[in-house]
Every structure is written in structure tokens, then in C-alpha cells.
């Protein structure tokens, strides 16, 4: 059951096709149950990007806390902080998969099961490459720390309208199941950060 680059491709590709709404990224997709499988790899296309994004976050955060007259953190993003994001990651990645197992078999959907996951995973990839650019553009030196949090603001409403659109095709339930599983996806990962970030209290001291 390998996964060769241009397996990847053609899976970035249908969940690429999803954004505009094109409905022929389902013929693209591999809804079987090896494609099921396959689908968890594109975690190890986001770790990388997961890594960046958390370094210049790190550096908003920075420059954000000093426009406002506070003082910048001075603990600079480490091995500790990777691997800690790293299993982080992982986590989270699982949660939603788990869940929409219950939710789907009580609304008589587990048929749907396969094809929303297998989206919804590489979709994970389309999300993290359209938060992307502000960071890129912070770290560069074009933007300020503000417009980058704005423009992920701007980020998190497409993210959640992309949830919505591939829950919609990926279950064929009508617009009120697919706005309450993206919905429930963007709760589960606001729940997860609080929970992280207590974690990340108890991790990092002892990581120093």
C-alpha cells in the first residue's frame, strides 16, 4: 500500500478542484479503503509546513506582544518546541476521523465515511498552503504582525467554507449536516488548542 509522489499529486490536485467547486475532484480521489489509509500520508506533507508556520507564528506573536508595549518572549522556537508540535499534530489529526465515526453512523451516513475522511485529510494540505502566505509575507518583511493575523482571519473563513463545501459533496446530506460537520471539525480544533496549550505549559518548562 505505497504512496509514490504522483499518487499525492493527483490526490492534492482533486482536493485543489474542491476549492472551486468543481465536482469532478471525486473522480480523482481514491475512496477506497486503501485510499482510506493512504490518505493519513499527507500528515507527512503538513509536518514541514506545520514546522514553519509555528516558527513565524512564534515571531507574530513576538512582534505583536511588543506593538502592544509588552515584553517578547525570549524562549526561541527549539527542538522541543518541534517535536512537541510534531506529536501535537499527529493528534489532532486523528480526533476528527474518530469522531465522525460515531456522528455519521447516528445519522445513518457511515457509507459517507471513506470519501469525507480521504477528502478532509488532503484537504488538511490546501488549508495549510493558503495560511501560508501571510506568514511568508510576515517573514519577509512585507506585511506587519497584524495584517498577517488578519489575513489568517481571512484564511480561517475560507477554511471553513472549504470544510463545508467538501462535508456537502462528500456526504450528500443536504447544507445543514455539511455546516454542522465543518462546524464540529473547527470546534474539535478550537477544544484541542486549549487543551495544547495547558499541555505546552506543563511541556516546555521541563524541555528548558
Known amino acids: 500500500m505505497s504512496v509514490d509522489l504522483a499518487y ?10 474542491l476549492v472551486v467547486r468543481d465536482r469532478r475532484a471525486w473522480d480523482k480521489f481514491d475512496i477506497t479503503v486503501e485510499g482510506f489509509y493512504r490518505s493519513f500520508a499527507a500528515l ?9 508556520a509555528d516558527i513565524i507564528a512564534t515571531q507574530v506573536t513576538a512582534a505583536n506582544r511588543l506593538s502592544e508595549g509588552k515584553p517578547a518572549l525570549e524562549q526561541a522556537y527549539g527542538l522541543g518546541d518541534a517535536i512537541f508540535s510534531t506529536v501535537a499534530l499527529a493528534v489532532q489529526w ?11 453512523r447516528f445519522l445513518g451516513l457511515s457509507n459517507r465515511y471513506v470519501p469525507l475522511i480521504v477528502a478532509h485529510n ?11 502566505p501571510a506568514f511568508l509575507l510576515f517573514a519577509a518583511g512585507f506585511i506587519s504582525a497584524d495584517d498577517a493575523i488578519t489575513l489568517n482571519l481571512m484564511t480561517l473563513v475560507f477554511t471553513l467554507y472549504y470544510r463545508y463545501y467538501t462535508a456537502e459533496t462528500a456526504l450528500d446530506a443536504g447544507w445543514s449536516v455539511a455546516a454542522s460537520t465543518a462546524m464540529l ?24
Do not use: C, E, K
Open 94 to 104: 486523528t480526533i476528527f476521523p474518530v469522531v465522525m465515526i460515531f456522528v455519521l
Open 185 to 208: 471539525g473547527f470546534i474539535l480544533q478550537i477544544y484541542f488548542a486549549l487543551g495544547l496549550s495547558f499541555a505546552a505549559g506543563l511541556w516546555l518548562p521541563a524541555s528548558q
Open 122 to 132: 488532503w484537504g488538511t494540505i490546501v488549508v495549510y498552503l493558503f495560511n501560508m
Open 8 to 17: 499525492v499529486n493527483r490526490a492534492v490536485d482533486a482536493a485543489f478542484a
Open 44 to 52: 507527512l506533507v503538513v509536518l514541514p509546513l506545520n514546522i514553519i
